[in-house]
């Protein structure tokens, strides 16, 4: 089994930036990629980033050039560093441990989910 446990979500204003964190633990060989998803009231979850232990990288377009993936390999941990946040990304993020290999396949390891609010 793994688990997951995110951090960092929040209210933040328009044009702020949040960091989430999220820390895996347990069966970590069982995946090779982590990511992001998010679901806003009303909306299917939706990919917004993932990263592969060896560092590649994608995104939604609707985040391309203002979020971030990143991960310690070492602390098992991804981040999202999100700048330049709008209204629209308000939701409930959750953290995936999953494949990674041209796209990312999740697996059904999540997070509890954090709420990021953005008002305007």
């Known amino acids: 089994q793994v688990q997951l446990v995110e951090s960092g979500g929040g209210l933040v204003q328009a044009g702020g930036s949040l960091r989430l964190s999220c820390a895996a633990s347990?069966?970590?060989?069982?995946?090779?990629?982590m990511a992001w998803y998010r679901q806003a009231p009303g909306k299917q979850r939706e990919l917004v980033a993932a990263?592969?232990?060896?560092?590649?990288?994608n995104y939604a377009d609707s985040v391309k050039g203002r979020f971030t993936i990143s991960r310690d390999n070492a602390k098992n941990t991804v981040y999202l560093q999100m700048n330049s946040l709008k209204p629209e990304d308000t939701a409930v993020y959750y953290c995936?441990?999953?494949?990674?290999?041209?796209?990312?396949?999740?697996?059904?390891?999540w997070g509890q989910g954090t709420q990021v609010t953005v008002s305007s």
């Open positions: 347990g069966s970590i060989f069982s995946f090779n990629a």
């Open positions: 990263i592969s232990r060896g560092g590649s990288e």
């Open positions: 995936n441990a999953g494949y990674y290999s041209s796209s990312y396949y999740p697996r059904n390891y």
